[in-house]
């Protein structure tokens, strides 16, 4: 059973810097990319990053590119999302996400066949 | 970027009726790249719908995706009580966008 768990969020500062986590289990992390969706207070969702399986390629969105980076560690089926320069409009429950082109060779599909629970960040003074 | 547009906002229905959800995109989508999500309040996004039509594993088969182009539908046959909730569309064809949800809501 798949299993996503993301930790990490908090308050903080406008400008300041926060690292969120993602605990995989349950399936074969490093065969998959992952992704990171965030949704503000009482919106919609907003796709935010993915990296391939083997953590050589990653994307971002526009509104979070130059400020945000995605890594992964694979013996510790982790995935990261280091967020810096954090700003106002960054408030938001960030989940983690599988992308299901898992097997073999692995490719990105770009929709999402899990889901964490999120991790709620504020960015507020 | 792609934009898509879900209609209605609100869909006001009783158990056992059935809704009917639109998604329309501001340019064409090719049908192997688009999906559909429900989201409970408090809880994560569950995918119900990708390639315009396959069910995701375990999905009721009450659900069903159709469309092309630019027109993209969600039917739910018979609503459920654990229905109810929010629905949203995603392309993955260019770039990744959603739409901006529809609710299906209790009358």
């Known amino acids: ?122 960015v507020s003074s | 970027e792609i934009v898509l547009t879900q209609s209605p906002g609100t869909l006001s229905l009783s158990p056992g009726e059935r809704a009917t959800l639109s998604c329309r995109a501001s340019q064409s989508v090719s049908s192997t790249y688009l999906a559909w999500y429900q989201q409970k309040p408090g809880q994560a996004p569950r995918l119900l719908i990708y390639g315009a039509s396959s069910r995701a594993t375990g999905i009721p088969d009450r659900f069903s995706g159709s469309g092309s182009g630019t027109d993209f539908t969600l039917i739910i046959t018979r609503l459920e009580p654990e229905d109810f909730a929010v629905y949203y569309c995603q392309q993955y064809g260019r770039s990744l966008t959603f739409g901006g949800g529809t609710k299906v809501e209790i009358k």
């Open chain 1, 1 to 122: 059973q798949v299993q996503l768990v993301e930790s990490g969020g908090g308050v903080v500062q406008p400008g300041k810097s926060l690292r969120l986590s993602c605990a995989a289990s349950g399936f074969t992390f490093s065969a998959y990319g992952m992704h990171w969706v965030r949704q503000a207070p009482g919106k919609g969702l907003e796709w935010v990053a993915v990296i391939w399986y083997d953590g050589r390629n990653k994307n971002y969105a526009d509104s979070v590119k130059g400020r945000f980076t995605i890594s992964r560690d694979n013996s510790k089926n982790t995935l990261y999302l280091q967020m810096s320069s954090l700003r106002a409009e960054d408030t938001a429950i960030y989940y983690c996400a599988r992308d299901p082109g898992g097997g073999w060779p692995p490719i990105v599909l770009y929709y999402f066949d899990s889901w964490g629970q999120g991790t709620v960040v504020t």
